[in-house]
């Protein structure tokens, strides 16, 4: 049955009068093996074949580093007594979420001067309305109505001034309009920038911040950095755009993508080498900063030198043969035999035996020989 397709195993039937695949005592002998689909991305890893030239490719020792443009230190801009904390460390937060509340002394005061200066707005302009109906009437005179005129504009200069410091030390146009003479608050709050994790938490409760002093550091962990270094004699050969593939400790078999988004002006006196930064897209957030990465980094577009390619893990031996496992729908993996070229970096080319997009497993490919092996030496189907 070698060759066969997973379609058309799907239409082979067996001596029980089912699929072949789908029989639990047959489909080893076409070197088909179903897992519970609850392990997959567990105990098994699953990655899409890529055509690429691994000979045109470096290596590069990094490592991960929060997204700095996703990254951002949440303090206050006015002196503050920290009176409640509503996150902590690791925890997710939305966009305009609640952290911290505070309380300010300085705060307090510029809403109190705020109240009292629209107070003697509203006196100001009721001056100005009355003198300039008894000056219209020609019963008071140009000079009161002159200067009830210039203490209604002065009356709006200063409102208008300690509304922008009110804007400066961090209140929101919502919370100006609130302000009343009844409701003068100390209080503020300070709220997510954006959506990210909290990776630090600089405060404890009752403790007195300064402006602009750390409360908590958030930053966005599905999207990060990883930083490596290239030797001078190679950086001409690095371009913006080029393709990288990740790989960290902690998930071995495991490549994660991402792309060049900057390369360093200065080499390096000491190790002369550049720094190149790539964007990686970390969804599921499996890369942490601070991880020691490999990286290799596609030097050049697709040529006629691109072939499939694997990482060296992939590929299983039976004999004299190779074989990798492709996932397909429902927990079900074929063998595939495959004849390998070049080895480069860890990564080896396909000549023959898989295709663009097919989804190869890098890692658990020994448990699935396994149960293989397990049932062609079990019981398996009575012939």
């Known amino acids: 049955m070698k060759g066969n397709t997973y379609e058309e195993l799907l239409k082979k039937q067996c001596e029980h009068n089912i699929s072949i695949i789908e029989c639990d005592g047959c489909r080893y002998e076409v070197g088909a093996v179903k897992v519970d689909t609850s392990i997959l991305g567990e105990v098994i890893t699953i990655k899409e074949v890529e055509s690429l030239d691994i000979n045109a490719s470096l290596i590069a020792t990094g490592e991960v580093r929060p ?3 996703r990254f951002v230190i949440v303090s206050p801009r006015i002196p ?3 009176k409640e904390m509503f996150v902590d460390w690791g925890d997710y937060v939305r966009k305009g979420q609640k952290l911290a509340l505070l309380d300010s002394i300085e705060l307090g005061e510029a809403r109190a001067n705020y109240t009292k200066a629209m107070a003697m707005l509203r006196l100001a302009k009721k001056n100005y309305s009355r003198e300039k109906s008894l000056y219209d009437q020609n019963i008071s005179s140009k000079k009161h109505f002159l200067e009830a005129e210039s203490a209604y504009e002065q009356a709006e200069i200063e409102l208008k001034a300690l509304k922008e410091k009110l804007l400066l030390i961090g209140q929101q146009e919502r919370d100006i309009r609130n302000i009343t003479e009844d409701s003068v608050s100390p209080f503020f ?11 630090e938490k600089n405060v404890a409760i009752g403790e007195l911040k300064d402006a602009f002093t750390s409360v908590v550091t958030l930053t966005d962990l599905t999207h990060l950095w990883v ?16 393709n990288v593939m990740i790989s960290v ?22 190790t ?5 930064r790539a964007e990686v897209d970390n969804r599921h957030e499996k890369l942490k900063p601070g991880m020691f990465a490999r990286v ?9 030198n691109n072939a499939p390619v694997i990482p060296e893990e992939t590929v299983q031996t039976d004999g004299q043969k190779h074989f990798v496992f492709v996932s397909f729908d429902k927990g079900y993996f074929l063998r595939r035999d495959v004849i390998l070229g070049s080895r480069a970096n860890g990564y080896v080319k396909v000549i023959s035996g898989l295709n663009d997009n097919d989804r190869v497993v890098v890692k658990g490919g020994f448990l699935l020989k396994s149960e293989i092996m397990k049932e062609r030496f079990g019981e398996g189907c009575a012939h």
């Open 189 to 199: 709050i300070l709220t997510a920038p954006f959506d990210g994790t909290v990776i």
């Open 272 to 276: 002369r080498t550049v720094k190149v």
């Open 296 to 304: 290799m980094l596609q030097l050049s577009p697709k040529t006629g």
């Open 249 to 270: 400790a902690s998930y071995p078999g495991e490549q994660f993508e991402g792309i060049v988004t900057y390369i360093g002006a200065v080499v390096d006196e000491k």
């Open 67 to 69: 997204n700095r443009d």
């Open 227 to 242: 930083w490596f270094d290239v030797y001078e004699k190679d950086i001409q050969k690095v371009k913006i755009g080029n």
């Open 80 to 82: 503050g007594v920290v």
